[in-house]
């Protein structure tokens, strides 16, 4: 009996990689792809994969799960139904939240959280650490010492009440992220802008979920964009704005990657494919479509994909925040909230990748015209994987993880609440008719999900030690301020 050479050979089908599609079997040994080619020997399993697209598997950088929010609720996916979520939609590798609020330890949160996510987790993941309490021994202590364990990104709020910086603290954080060569997340809105008008609106009487979509104004996302970026300027410290909303935002970011900044930006497939009309519902129904920054309008998405197609953006999130429709979520503060009182974020960890290729791929947006393919790859794996320095994912290459997604790129699915497998209950995608799907999703060469059933389980997911990487790596370009050699030889970074 002759040995066989492969464990999985994945044969006949149509890789699709950021620079081009082509005709190849995958082999698979244990957990890694080890060869690209036609006619491959058979593997231990062979999966006929002829007219279909094998893709590498999502990387959602950006998804909270099981933490609480910047609002103070618990989400309502564990790690278990999320990454199970996850799979179903096609995505392999997710970044979740280790959220420090005022008070907390980051050391005992980042264990408490990791306990979490290796009892839970079906696919792989790493964490960004969420900052809220920036005292000294975080900033001298936990942040370097975790940093240096693998953990190569932080997060920041300039809004919410309950865990955004100021000025001063966003300044000292930059700094630690510099000394050690993590990348700084943002979530960058005015806060005064955004309490001022809630509470203008809500006194008034305008107290319907769709009026979250007004008390957020535009500018407010401008404004935060060009404050952040002058103090990661002044301090030469790469940073990751998240979900970009408006076309005045992306405008920001476009002319600070101009000027040799090292800013990265990401948007979501809430600002692509719904505007503040969809909060506009009879009752409470809105609050389903409820997320900060919120949805724009039609002339905003059409700014996104531009700026996606040019480059200003680099990737394409969820922002899965799930909260249900009842009085453990949505519904928390009683049956009569006015929108300030309503949780905001949406469960989008399933449907990213599936509204994605319907628009790139099925439907063809013409920002991407003979290149939907390679875009969507690009936008939602090797992107991310590449910003966030996760090596072996992102891309069907000899050497990397073999983590799949394979799609039948002629299926029509109508997406409803009932065909979610995460925990929120709805979707706020509810009726969208999408062509492509994933239906076989591989995680190291193991299946999760075959033809719409769960074969992963909790536990399986493994942690993703990196460091911060290329992205995260200063420019070098100092600020006159902190250049000794135009700073009278002040000596600061
Ligand atoms: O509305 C949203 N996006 N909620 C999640 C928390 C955040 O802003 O990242
Ligand atoms: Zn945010
Ligand atoms: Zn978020």
Same mark, same amino acid.
């Given at each position: 009996?002759?040995?066989?050479?492969?464990?999985l050979?994945?044969?006949?089908? @149509?890789?699709?990689?950021?620079?081009?599609?082509?005709?190849?079997?995958?082999?698979?040994?244990?957990?890694? *792809?080890?060869?690209?080619?036609?006619?491959?020997?058979?593997?231990?399993?062979? *999966?006929?994969?002829?007219?279909?697209?094998?893709?590498?598997?999502?990387?959602?950088?950006?998804?909270?799960?099981?933490?609480?929010?910047?609002?103070?609720?618990?989400?309502?996916?564990?790690?278990?139904s999320?990454?199970?979520?996850?799979? %179903?939609?096609?995505?392999?590798?997710? $970044?979740?939240?280790?959220?420090?609020?005022?008070?907390?330890?980051?050391?005992?949160?980042?264990?408490?959280?990791?306990a979490?996510?290796?009892?839970?987790? $079906?696919?792989?993941?790493? %964490?960004?650490?969420?900052? /809220?309490?920036p005292?000294?021994?975080?900033?001298?202590?936990?942040?370097?010492?975790?940093?240096?364990?693998?953990?190569?990104?932080i997060?920041?709020?300039?809004?919410?009440?309950? $865990?955004?910086?100021?000025?001063?603290?966003?300044?000292?954080?930059?700094?630690?992220?510099?000394?050690?060569?993590?990348?700084?997340?943002?979530?960058?809105e005015?806060?005064?802008?955004?309490?001022?008008?809630?509470?203008?609106?809500?006194?008034?009487?305008?107290?319907?979920p769709?009026?979250?979509?007004?008390?957020?104004?535009?500018?407010?996302?401008?404004?935060?964009f060009?404050?952040?970026?002058?103090?990661?300027?002044?301090?030469?410290?790469?940073?990751?704005? %998240?979900?970009?909303?408006?076309?005045?935002?992306?405008?920001?970011?476009?002319?600070?990657?101009?000027?040799?900044?090292?800013?990265?930006?990401?948007?979501?497939?809430?600002?692509?494919?719904?505007?503040?009309?969809?909060?506009?519902?009879?009752?409470?129904?809105?609050?389903?479509?409820?997320?900060?920054?919120p949805?724009?309008?039609?002339?905003?998405?059409?700014?996104?994909?531009? /700026?996606?197609?040019?480059?200003?953006?680099?990737?394409?999130?969820?922002?899965?925040?799930p909260?249900?429709?009842?009085?453990?979520?949505?519904?928390?503060?009683?049956?009569?909230?006015?929108?300030k009182?309503?949780?905001?974020?949406?469960?989008?960890?399933? @449907?990213?990748?599936?509204?994605?290729?319907?628009?790139?791929?099925?439907q063809?947006?013409?920002?991407?015209?003979?290149?939907?393919?390679?875009?969507?790859?690009?936008?939602?794996?090797?992107?991310?994987a590449?910003?966030?320095?996760?090596?072996?994912?992102?891309?069907?290459?000899?050497?990397?993880?073999?983590?799949?997604?394979?799609?039948?790129?002629?299926?029509?699915?109508?997406?409803?609440?009932? @065909?979610?497998?995460?925990?929120?209950?709805?979707?706020? %995608?509810?009726?969208?008719?999408?062509?492509?799907?994933?239906?076989?999703?591989?995680?190291?060469?193991?299946?999760?999900?075959?033809?719409?059933?769960?074969?992963?389980?909790?536990? $399986?997911?493994?942690?993703?030690?990196?460091?911060?990487?290329?992205?995260?790596?200063?420019?070098?370009?100092?600020?006159?301020?902190?250049?000794?050699?135009?700073?009278?030889?002040?000596?600061?970074?």
């Amino acid at each position: 009996m002759t040995a066989q050479p492969y464990d999985l050979v994945i044969r006949g089908g @149509t890789i699709g990689t950021a620079s081009g599609t082509f005709q190849a079997d995958v082999a698979i040994r244990g957990e890694t *792809i080890v060869a690209l080619g036609q006619g491959l020997a058979s593997g231990t399993r062979d *999966i006929d994969a002829t007219n279909k697209l094998v893709l590498p598997g999502g990387v959602d950088a950006h998804a909270h799960i099981e933490q609480v929010s910047a609002g103070g609720l618990l989400n309502a996916d564990t790690f278990e139904s999320a990454t199970a979520s996850a799979a %179903f939609g096609g995505t392999t590798t997710v $970044m979740p939240f280790a959220a420090q609020h005022r008070g907390l330890d980051l050391r005992e949160v980042m264990n408490d959280y990791a306990a979490l996510a290796r009892r839970g987790a $079906m696919i792989d993941y790493a %964490f960004h650490m969420i900052v /809220a309490n920036p005292d000294a021994k975080t900033l001298a202590t936990d942040l370097p010492e975790l940093i240096a364990e693998g953990h190569g990104s932080i997060k920041v709020f300039m809004t919410y009440d309950l $865990m955004k910086i100021d000025d001063e603290p966003l300044l000292d954080l930059l700094l630690t992220a510099r000394q050690g060569q993590a990348l700084v997340c943002v979530h960058a809105e005015n806060h005064g802008m955004i309490s001022w008008m809630g509470k203008k609106l809500v006194a008034k009487g305008y107290s319907a979920p769709k009026y979250h979509a007004i008390s957020h104004p535009r500018g407010s996302e401008a404004e935060a964009f060009t404050r952040l970026i002058a103090a990661a300027a002044l301090i030469d410290q790469p940073i990751m704005i %998240f979900h970009v909303s408006t076309e005045e935002g992306a405008a920001v970011i476009r002319t600070a990657r101009g000027q040799g900044l090292k800013v990265f930006a990401e948007t979501c497939p809430q600002y692509l494919f719904m505007t503040r009309h969809d909060l506009d519902k009879p009752g409470l129904e809105g609050a389903k479509w409820m997320c900060s920054p919120p949805p724009r309008e039609k002339s905003d998405q059409d700014a996104l994909w531009r /700026a996606l197609a040019l480059g200003d953006l680099q990737t394409i999130s969820s922002d899965h925040a799930p909260y249900r429709f009842d009085e453990t979520g949505k519904l928390s503060a009683g049956r009569e909230p006015n929108f300030k009182q309503i949780a905001n974020g949406l469960p989008g960890i399933e @449907t990213r990748l599936p509204l994605l290729f319907d628009a790139l791929v099925s439907q063809g947006r013409p920002e991407f015209t003979g290149r939907g393919i390679e875009a969507f790859v690009e936008l939602t794996a090797t992107a991310p994987a590449r910003i966030y320095n996760l090596p072996r994912k992102g891309a069907i290459q000899p050497g990397y993880d073999a983590d799949i997604a394979i799609w039948d790129p002629r299926r029509q699915v109508t997406i409803t609440d009932a @065909t979610m497998h995460g925990r929120t209950g709805f979707t706020p %995608f509810s009726g969208r008719v999408v062509t492509g799907w994933p239906e076989r999703v591989i995680v190291r060469g193991r299946d999760v999900v075959v033809g719409g059933e769960l074969k992963g389980e909790p536990g $399986m997911g493994r942690w993703l030690r990196r460091t911060g990487g290329w992205a995260a790596t200063p420019t070098g370009r100092l600020a006159p301020e902190m250049d000794p050699a135009t700073n009278f030889g002040a000596s600061i970074l």
